[in-house]
């Protein structure tokens, strides 16, 4: 199910939003609607993590199998083509969004079900409704400008 366009999470907000996920070496991050691939992959090469990808659209899953293969990443990141709504995110320590409120509020279920206790969500401008959470942060990426400027929310399972 189509629930959210591709647009890429520019490389210096994914890093600020692992960054404030806390993610470590060894953990698994899976990303609900990997496009290129970018997330997972500097999960892995970056911070040390397995990362899972999950892509609908078939043309951006081979784009993102294609830099993984690039970084030699085959080992450590993984993409599924396939509905998010399928995949089983009990392995997950982390799970990065950048859906949509309405795309966040249909996927909630399906995290509050499969998700252990103690995993980490985060969601880059959209917040998930009904959850409350840890940490709510501001991310400019030009200070000097003063935008473009996101919003990060940062859940935990209890």
Avoid at 28 to 57: H, N
Avoid at 102 to 129: F, M
């Amino acid at each position: 199910m189509f629930i959210a366009p591709f647009v890429p999470s520019p490389n210096c907000v994914v890093e600020y939003m692992l960054k404030l996920a806390d993610l470590k070496a060894g953990e698994v991050l899976f990303d609900m609607g990997a496009g290129d691939g970018r997330t997972v992959i500097m999960a892995a090469k970056s911070f040390g993590a397995r990362g899972v990808g999950i892509e609908l659209r078939e043309d951006l899953a081979k784009k993102a199998l294609g830099s993984i293969h690039e970084n030699g990443l085959e080992n450590r990141v993984t993409i599924v083509n396939g509905d998010m709504f399928d995949v089983n995110l009990t392995s997950a320590d982390v799970v990065y969004l950048y859906l949509t409120t309405s795309a966040n509020e249909k996927i909630k279920p399906k995290l509050e079900r499969d998700l252990k206790k103690g995993a980490r969500v985060v969601s880059h401008d959209y917040e998930i409704i009904g959850w409350h959470p840890e940490k709510i942060e501001n991310f400019c990426e030009n200070p000097q400008l003063g935008y473009p400027s996101h919003t990060i929310y940062l859940y935990r399972k209890p």
